[in-house]
């Protein structure tokens, strides 16, 4: 798998993330590409345009595209320089643009998955003896950071209910991910979001999900690898001091573009391993 997020970041990746996804397709170990969220930065409008360029982008890698939303593309789209949003419309505008056929993977070659019918996005497979699962949780709070772009200093009610729901759908998705797991005794589980969800700390509305992965991870005789975005700078470590958990987060937002080569060998040897791999250019 090649893992990345936060990308691409400003008008000038934008321009150049041609050079990322030619070097993904051209790595003959890669047989699917996930990407962990903001597909914009956080200071770049949220038009449909831009939104229709991102997924353009997704259709043009080889094999099949996981992306799981970030919040620069809906719940930040509030700030002045994103355009004034109002951000419950821009996540139904990503979900109706990446997210119109519930359950099948970006790209150009069609693939199915499970997905959860409360949260089209959050999406599951098992291969490789792992079940591999999408969670929706975002940074800003996970969401629930007041839309000041548009003038409003507190959370709103329609966007706590929206936060409430959203993380309900993430810790049962958690939940149903472990199930599948030690119902069919797979050695591995791997959760991808976006959030930093330890930078440093989980926020408020991180800290239920952070639990209940928390929980079944100890629970878990696999291993457990957890995908972040978010903080853009390269992380490998294990914040839950379980010996079956590990967490990365990938490099994003700066050049040269990088990807992580996340190799799943279920055979023999380490279950998970993986490389940065910097896309050279020139």
């Not at 990446?98 to 790209?107: N, Q, T």
């Not at 799943?264 to 896309?279: A, C, H, Q, S």
Request: charged share 20%; net charge negative; with cysteine.
């Amino acid at each position: 798998m090649a893992v990345i997020g936060d990308v691409p970041y400003g008008l000038e990746q934008e321009a150049s993330v041609d050079l990322l996804v030619h070097a993904i397709n051209d790595d003959p170990h890669v047989r699917l590409a996930l990407h962990l969220g903001d597909i914009k930065s956080g200071s770049t409008t949220c038009t449909d345009e831009r939104f229709a360029a991102a997924l353009a982008t997704f259709e043009s890698f080889k094999d099949p595209v996981v992306y799981t939303p970030g919040d620069n593309e809906w719940t930040d789209c509030h700030r002045v320089n994103n355009g004034g949003y109002n951000p419950l419309e821009r996540l139904a505008a990503v979900r109706s643009t990446f997210f119109a056929e519930p359950g099948s993977l970006l790209g150009s070659r069609p693939a199915t998955v499970d997905y959860q019918a409360e949260l089209i996005e959050n999406v599951r497979w098992i291969e490789s003896r792992v079940a591999f699962a999408t969670l929706h949780v975002i940074g800003s709070n996970n969401g629930l950071s007041p839309w000041t772009g548009i003038g409003i200093t507190e959370p709103t009610a329609e966007q706590t209910e929206e936060v409430d729901a959203r993380i309900a759908a993430a810790v049962a998705w958690v939940d149903e991910t472990f199930d599948a797991a030690e119902r069919r005794d797979l050695r591995g589980v791997v959760l991808a979001m976006q959030a930093d969800t330890w930078a440093p700390a989980p926020s408020s509305a991180q800290q239920a999900i952070v639990d209940r992965i928390t929980a079944r991870t100890a629970a878990f005789d696999g291993e457990v690898l957890l995908l972040q975005g978010d903080s853009h700078t390269y992380v490998a470590d294990n914040p839950l001091a379980l010996d079956n958990f590990t967490r990365i987060v990938v490099h994003g937002e700066t050049t040269p573009f990088e990807y992580l080569r996340l190799t799943i060998n279920p055979v023999r040897g380490e279950l998970f391993t993986w490389e940065r791999v910097p896309v050279v250019t020139g």
